[in-house]
């Protein structure tokens, strides 16, 4: 059974960092796409950046410049660096982790993050 577990959220203040991970365990190969997403309160789960299996990646524009993913591939371990962080990068991070042709797709519990200013 494939898990996903992160941690590295806080509680900072406006222009500070942090950085994310992302743990898995219970896979037996790279997933082709790893990701974190957000949930601000009242809003929708949004994506923050993708990155794929050969290390292509994609950012919301909101995060462009700050935020920077990165992964390793054979423990299936993604990073979020998180620089320079806005009071509206606040709410729950979400990992995901995907098989895109076998269409399973998975999640981990979320970790929080708090920008205050």
């Known amino acids: 059974q494939v898990q996903l577990e992160e941690s590295g959220g806080g509680l900072v203040q406006a222009g500070e960092s942090l950085r994310l991970s992302c743990v898995t365990s219970?896979?037996?190969?790279?997933?082709?796409?790893m990701g974190w997403y957000r949930q601000a309160p009242g809003k929708q789960r949004e994506m923050v950046a993708t990155?794929?299996?050969?290390?292509?990646?994609d950012y919301a524009d909101s995060v462009k410049g700050r935020f920077t993913i990165s992964r390793r591939n054979p423990k299936n371990t993604v990073y979020l660096q998180m620089d320079s962080l806005r009071p509206e990068d606040t709410g729950v991070y979400f990992c995901?982790?995907?098989?895109?042709?076998?269409?399973?797709?998975?999640w981990g519990q979320g970790t929080q993050v708090t920008v205050f200013s």
């Open positions: 990155i794929s299996s050969i290390g292509m990646s």
């Open positions: 995901n982790a995907a098989y895109v042709r076998a269409s399973r797709t998975y």
């Open positions: 219970g896979s037996t190969r790279s997933f082709d796409s």
